[in-house]
């Protein structure tokens, strides 16, 4: 099962739920990010943070969903909609769902406010990514309808 973690410059809440996503995830399940219109980089802080967290950050880069390694079967869209940010919307026959997160990389201030946000933002995608992988996905992958239900109220959650 290929899901797909979309935002519009693929620099790093993406590239956050990509990385922790297959960090966590069971044989079979795999991770790819992309952007509607990608950055051409992934910001240091969200690499940064990755490592700090004993993630593996080697290969991750901005990359546009034209040049996707694999189709993916679910499209999860972190951009911040409350916030005024336009998700792009994948087009294909994908189970998609929606889990708005706001954007660290816009965030002014101290290093630590800046780093915080950064926090803030993976701390929502890992418990998000933690809620998904203790769906029983044997069965849910059976039940798209069901599986889409889950990861709308999955989307919802909050560390």
């Given at each position: 099962?290929?899901?797909?973690?979309?935002?519009?410059?693929?620099?790093?809440?993406?590239?956050?739920?990509?990385?922790?996503?297959?960090?966590?995830?069971?044989?079979?399940?795999?991770?790819?990010?992309?952007?509607?219109?990608?950055?051409?980089?992934?910001?240091?802080?969200?690499?940064?943070?990755?490592a700090?967290?004993?993630?593996?950050?080697?290969?991750?880069?901005?990359k546009?969903?034209?040049?996707?390694?694999?189709?993916?079967?679910?499209?999860?869209?972190v951009?911040?909609?409350?916030?005024?940010?336009?998700?792009?919307?994948?087009?294909?026959?994908?189970?998609?769902?929606h889990?708005?997160?706001?954007?660290?990389?816009?965030?002014?201030?101290?290093?630590?406010?800046i780093?915080a946000?950064?926090?803030?933002?993976?701390?929502?995608?890992?418990?998000?990514?933690?809620?998904f992988?203790?769906?029983?996905?044997?069965?849910?992958?059976?039940?798209?309808?069901?599986?889409?239900?889950?990861?709308?109220?999955?989307?919802?959650?909050?560390?």
């Open positions: 099962m290929n899901v797909l973690f979309l935002c519009t410059g693929n620099s790093c809440r993406s590239i956050l739920g990509e990385a922790t996503f297959n960090h966590l995830a069971p044989a079979g399940w795999r991770a790819m990010s992309a952007g509607s219109k990608p950055t051409g980089e992934v910001h240091p802080r969200s690499l940064a943070l990755l700090r967290e004993g993630i593996a950050t080697e290969g991750y880069y901005s546009s969903w034209d040049n996707l390694p694999a189709t993916p079967d679910i499209v999860i869209t951009c911040a909609s409350a916030a005024g940010e336009t998700c792009p919307a994948y087009l294909g026959p994908v189970l998609r769902t889990w708005g997160v706001e954007d660290p990389a816009h965030v002014t201030g101290t290093d630590a406010e780093d946000a950064f926090m803030t933002a993976y701390r929502i995608l890992r418990t998000r990514i933690e809620a992988l203790a769906l029983p996905l044997d069965q849910l992958q059976n039940d798209m309808t069901q599986l889409k239900a889950e990861l709308d109220r999955v989307g919802q959650l909050m560390p």
